[in-house]
């Protein structure tokens, strides 16, 4: 079985400032580890994933997301955030063959 | 290169009724994924479908919903005899294998009155 924390709902930042979202996931098969943003009333877009290789992934709009297979986490981060990067963010593990997701973190940047 | 496409993105029913909600996916997709997002929770799945078969539906609801996937056109969800509970997103998402990356649609918002 496969299950996803994401530890914060909310995540409150000041524009240009650093971020981070964390992931923790487990799951008894091979690991496949996503994270999604989700902007007001659209459908979800891949921002990254890992699947094997450099555990430091790097995605689209500038984030990058590392996977720790000791501390089971695969937290995203960013180094300067955007008014732009205010979203929805879905950490999800790839189990046989569907995708369970973390109740999500909503990223909050204001100037 | 159109992505996967839902219709309608947004859907309104009285209780009793019937939603139908379609999905097509992307061009060389051959399998799909339906989600449920209820306010305030991430995504869970439903079921999955390969051309003709349900591989997977052990996250459907045992009574009134129901998927397909055909030879030809879109898959469909569809969920007899709404209720207010039915309210949520509904998002469909595709992928060329099954172990591959699934993209998502925009999602199809059904409000039950």
């Known amino acids: 079985a496969q299950s996803v924390t994401q530890l914060d709902s909310q995540v409150p930042v000041f524009e240009e400032a650093p971020v981070e979202l964390r992931c923790n996931y487990s799951?008894?098969?091979?690991?496949?580890l996503f994270w999604y943003v989700q902007y007001p009333n659209q459908g979800l877009q891949l921002l990254l994933k890992y699947l094997s290789g450099s555990t430091l992934v790097k995605g689209i709009n500038g984030f990058e997301a590392e996977f720790n297979k000791s501390q089971t986490s695969f937290h995203l981060r960013k180094p300067s955030v955007h008014i732009s990067d205010t979203a929805e963010y879905f950490c999800a593990v790839h189990g046989y063959s569907t995708l369970t997701f973390g109740k999500g973190t909503m990223l909050l940047v204001s100037p | 290169n159109a992505g996967v496409m839902q219709n309608p993105r947004h859907l309104v029913r009285r209780r009793g009724q019937e939603a139908r909600l379609r999905c097509s996916p992307m061009?060389?997709?051959?399998?799909v994924y339906w989600y449920r997002q209820l306010p305030e929770e991430g995504l869970k799945f439903m079921v999955y479908?390969?051309?003709?078969?349900?591989?997977?539906e052990s996250g459907m609801p045992k009574e009134r919903f129901s998927a397909e996937f055909p030879k030809e056109g879109p898959s469909i969800l569809r969920i007899q005899q709404v209720v207010r509970g039915d309210s949520a997103a509904y998002f469909c998402?595709?992928?060329?294998?099954?172990?591959?990356?699934?993209?998502f649609g925009p999602g199809t918002r059904l409000l039950v009155l």
């Open positions: 799951s008894s098969v091979s690991v496949y």
């Open positions: 998402a595709s992928s060329q294998g099954e172990q591959e990356t699934q993209y």
């Open positions: 061009k060389g997709h051959s399998h």
């Open positions: 479908l390969q051309k003709e078969n349900i591989i997977d």
